[in-house]
């Protein structure tokens, strides 16, 4: 408790300390958010759009949890699929799964995404 109380004094008396913490914080609030929509994008491939209110897994739209649950998602996905896309085309650092359909390994050296849908299932079942 009292290095909690010490913490918080020398980031009130240092404006560079209090900035550098919340630097880190949303630092880490976007790596989560790459992380979620990262794997989100694994169910968005596996439900989307077939034409003629069909699923991709072959259910109805309106019959698909996971379709229903993707539509509402699909637009903050795309926008991050595009963003990691443009990353990784200019040979940034980009979030995309290696196994994503969009990823093109050649051209990308800078992964920080999962892996494959596998390896994040078996680290799952790790922890
Ligand atoms: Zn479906």
């Not at 992380?35 to 759009?49: F, N, Q, T």
């Not at 196994?99 to 992964?111: Q, S």
């Amino acid at each position: 408790m009292s290095s909690t109380i010490q913490d918080l004094r020398v980031k009130l008396e240092d404006p560079d300390a209090r900035v550098n913490d919340a630097e880190s914080r949303a630092a880490s609030a976007l790596r989560s958010r790459d992380r979620v929509l990262g794997l989100a994008s694994y169910v968005e491939e596996l439900h989307h759009s077939a034409g003629a209110d069909l699923c991709t897994c072959g259910k109805k739209q309106i019959a698909c949890s996971e379709y229903k649950a993707m539509y509402v998602m699909r637009e903050a996905i795309a926008q991050w699929e595009r963003r990691n896309k443009d990353r990784m085309r200019r040979g940034q650092a980009h979030d995309l799964p290696r196994d994503h359909t969009l990823a093109e390994p050649d051209r990308a050296p800078l992964w920080r995404g999962p892996q494959s849908l596998e390896d994040e299932y078996r680290q799952a079942r790790r922890s």
